[in-house]
């Protein structure tokens, strides 16, 4: 059965604080994708990843990072946390080759940035 | 650049009551289209897809038809019951970055 998991379900932090989202996908994929949902915004992307250590930024960088030092796992990293960045984080992942092939997701992290 | 429109929600209908939910999207060359399914605390899966026009994706009694001359990709059930109750993506991909999704449209089924 198909995997991909994140380090937390709940997370909260404070203003300013460096903040690691952890994903694990244990299919092999090539491609990793970091999303944020917001009530009424759907899924935005802020990062992907086609292979270990390459990255692309998605629509919505700004104040983020991310980390792809092995093919299963991806990080994304708050470098200053700020209370807009409260949301559900969602990672996922799919086959290389083509970014039409079907994306699998984590259950989420939910952060609270206080 | 791409996008994708859904209806806004909730939806809300009975048990047994026929669905539809509306996409339509933007999109330059040919895209695939999905819908995915978000159930209570958990992430989003694949419910169905199509790659090219005319084609029909199914899965789980969801039907949704590629159409190219009205670009869109609605999502329909026949007979809805209450463990459907979930958010609904629409998305696309063309191949050139990851995907773009809907703003997603969230259905009650009452019993």
């Known amino acids: 059965d198909v995997k991909v998991t994140q380090s937390s379900r709940y997370l909260v932090k404070r203003t300013g604080e460096k903040v690691f989202l952890e994903c694990v996908q244990d299919m092999d994929h090539e491609n990793m994708f970091w999303y944020r949902q917001d009530p009424g915004l759907g899924l935005r992307l802020i990062y992907f990843s086609y292979d270990v250590k390459m990255k692309e930024k998605g629509d919505i960088p700004e104040g983020y990072s991310v980390s792809r030092e092995k093919k299963e796992r991806f990080s994304l990293i708050l470098e200053s946390a700020s209370t807009n960045q409260t949301s559900m984080y969602l990672c996922?992942?799919?086959?290389?080759?083509?970014?039409?092939?079907?994306?699998?997701f984590g259950p989420g992290t939910r952060l609270t940035v206080t | 650049g791409d996008s994708v429109t859904q209806m806004e929600g909730p939806v809300t209908l009975s048990e047994e009551a026929f669905l539809t939910i509306n996409c339509t999207y933007t999109a330059t060359g040919y895209p695939s289209l999905f819908w995915y399914v978000q159930y209570p605390g958990e992430g989003l899966q694949l419910l169905l897809k199509a790659t090219k026009a005319d084609d029909k994706g199914s899965n789980k009694g969801f039907e949704a038809t590629y159409r190219k001359e009205t670009t869109s990709f609605h999502l329909e059930k026949g007979s809805v019951q209450v463990s459907d109750s979930a958010v609904y993506f629409c998305a696309l991909s063309t191949g050139r970055r990851a995907l773009t999704f809907g703003s997603g449209t969230r259905l009650q089924v009452q019993p």
């Open positions: 996922a992942s799919s086959l290389g080759g083509s970014l039409t092939y079907e994306q699998y």
